[in-house]
């Protein structure tokens, strides 16, 4: 049972242009959504986060967009740049505040 | 820099074996969770650890077993290894917002 799914398993774009990484979830108790960015051998690196409360949260180059309605949420990079390349994880955490992970989206963005 | 650090980075087992693994978290963190990511998944939750006792579970069997001290740091341990133990494990601190800062990890491989 797949709570949240990143139904993209890679993208590519080109340097400075938009990343649009998308997540869908399942679970009504999740309050409270983060993006994390992971290069190869680290942990992965909080990016942004945003409450359900809230349908935007804008930080610099990335902006996360969350529709309850629709359980889904977005991540925007504009503009894209070539150290955005990383695998890209969407967690969602409960009222317990235990993160459940996508499966990430490999970003790749071209010179 | 998470301020959370995980030793050792690499470890080799041979199944049935037992292994530790630790990590050190930044001061004024009272909350340590502990994730397992396989190949090509997202990070599974094992369990958490509020001032030193466990308030949450995933779905991991017994032989996951954690310790917190006071001084910051923590454990996990895992019994009786199994070749699909063979991960990447993660420790992660939060502090007073929903923001969890991880580590880089420990790959285990189970022979």
């Known amino acids: ?111 | 820099e998470t301020g959370v650090t995980q030793s050792p980075t690499h470890l080799i087992k041979t199944r049935g074996q037992q292994v530790t693994l630790r990590c050190s978290s930044q001061s004024g963190h009272n909350t340590v969770s502990w994730y397992q990511q396989a190949l090509g998944q997202g990070p599974q939750f094992i369990f958490q650890y509020y001032r030193e006792e466990e308030n949450g579970r995933g779905n991991f069997p017994p032989r996951f077993s954690g310790l917190q001290f006071p001084n910051y740091s923590s454990e996990l341990n895992v019994n009786a290894l199994e070749l699909d133990d063979s991960a990447l494990y993660l420790c992660a601190s939060r502090g007073q917002d929903e923001k969890l800062f991880f580590g880089s990890g420990t790959q285990l491989s189970v022979l």
Not at chain 1, 30 to 49: H, N, Q, R, V
């Open chain 1, 1 to 111: 049972d797949q709570q949240v799914k990143q139904n993209s398993p890679s993208l590519s774009v080109q340097e400075g242009r938009i990343s649009i990484l998308n997540c869908d979830y399942t679970n009504s108790m999740f309050d409270y959504f983060l993006w994390y960015k992971k290069y190869p051998a680290e942990g992965p690196t909080f990016l942004i986060s945003i409450s359900s409360i809230k349908d935007k949260n804008e930080d610099g180059r990335f902006t996360v967009f969350l529709n309850k309605s629709a359980k889904h949420l977005s991540l925007h990079i504009v503009p894209s740049q070539p150290g955005d390349s990383a695998v890209y994880f969407c967690a969602a955490s409960d009222p317990g505040s235990r993160l459940t992970f996508g499966e990430g989206t490999q970003l790749t963005v071209n010179p």
